[in-house]
């Protein structure tokens, strides 16, 4: 079955950068794949996600700020993020969509002075 396997959290003043990275082990280049997050106290929401044909979709709070990226050959997907603000804050979560829904198991961005 499909792993997923994040990297890239960490700790990140205001205005920062991180890069998170995901690969999909037995991945496919059809599938769906994305970021969500889930901050405390409130629901997991979609950060951004990708379609193998490059189609890319992203919540209105990130837009202009994070770029997700994917190498269909590799099966990973990427996610850049520009000028952290606190409230980005969050975990971080793969997810992956081909007939089933997979998900890593999160990484940590703190945007904190």
């Known amino acids: 079955q499909v792993q997923l396997v994040e990297s890239g959290g960490g700790l990140v003043q205001p205005g920062g950068s991180l890069r998170l990275s995901c690969v999909a082990s037995?991945?496919?280049?059809?599938?769906?794949m994305g970021w969500y997050r889930q901050a405390p106290g409130k629901q997991r929401e979609l950060v951004a996600h990708?379609?193998?044909?490059?189609?890319?979709n992203y919540a209105d709070s990130v837009k202009g700020r994070f770029t997700i990226s994917r190498d269909n050959a590799k099966n990973t997907v990427d996610l850049q993020m520009n000028d952290l603000k606190p409230e980005d804050t969050a975990v971080y979560y793969c997810?992956?969509?081909?007939?089933?829904?997979?998900w890593g198991q999160g990484t940590q961005v703190t945007v904190s002075s």
């Open positions: 037995g991945g496919s280049s059809m599938s769906i």
């Open positions: 990708i379609l193998g044909g490059g189609f890319t």
């Open positions: 997810w992956y969509n081909w007939g089933r829904e997979y």
